[in-house]
């Protein structure tokens, strides 16, 4: 079953996310005055890893167009964010891009020596809103005497029709996947997401051998 709504998970993380908007908007303000578009937060927060449970967060990114050099300007960031644990990234193309840290929030500027401050992103560490789903193994659909003439009751799902690797879910926890290991949701490597058992295509039985 799924699981159940955490009791006020869902207004702490509104909460946290209106508090990131509004530090990131005074930071924003700040580094280049009237240029930042506004935002309000949105109504749904978007799902950062489909783990059990899955995991909620906020983010905000801003591209600025191309604005006067300021080589005071990664100064003046840091300035603005003096209570965030800083580290500043060097590219190879002589940007500088500006990290900052504080109570489960992250502010990234990229700030560039010729157009300025180009790219603005900010983001709320993930928290769960449900409790974790529980699974239980699907009861047989089809049982010994029911299995018609010539066939048996297949060996692999025992007549409960339903993938047993997955639980008739289509995906399995953890895995690998094209980007790599992943402790989320993977598709089910037997059924390849069909649900059904491979092994007699979901019909609880296979010809007798």
Known sequence: MSGEEIPGAREELQRRGERLYAEFAAVLEALAPGVAPP????????????????????HRQVVLDPQPADPGLLARAEAELADWQRTVEHTETGSAVLHARRDGMTIRLHINPVRGL??????????ALYEPEVFVRPEPLLAPEDVQPGYELCPECEGRCACDRCWGRGWVM????????????????????????????????????
Do not use: K
């Open 39 to 58: 935002a309000v937060l949105p109504e749904y927060p978007d799902i950062t890893a489909f783990g059990n449970p899955l995991s909620f967060a906020h």
């Open 118 to 127: 180009t790219l603005c992103r900010a983001d709320l560490e993930p928290m």
């Open 174 to 209: 953890g895995g690998v996947t094209w980007g790599g290991r992943t402790d989320g949701r993977v598709r089910c490597g037997d059924c390849q997401g069909s649900r059904t058992c491979p092994f007699c295509r979901g019909a609880g039985e296979r010809p007798a051998r």
